[in-house]
C-alpha cells in the first residue's frame, strides 16, 4: 500500500464520518514527528531539545 493511497483512505474516513475535528490533530503529530526525525540527523538537535 503506498503512502498516497493510506493519504486517501484517511481523507475519505473523515469526510464520511464527519471527523474533520482530527485533521488538525494529525497534522500536528505529523509535522511533531518530522521535527523529531530531522533533529536526529542534523546538527541543530541541541536547540531543538532545548524547546521541549
Known sequence: ???ISIMRE???FLK???RF???PIII???LLSVLVIFAQSSSVA???YTLF
Open 1 to 3: 500500500m503506498s503512502k
Open 10 to 12: 484517511l481523507w475519505d
Open 46 to 48: 541541541p536547540f531543538i
Open 16 to 18: 464520511v464520518r464527519k
Open 21 to 23: 475535528w482530527l485533521a
Open 28 to 30: 500536528i503529530l505529523v
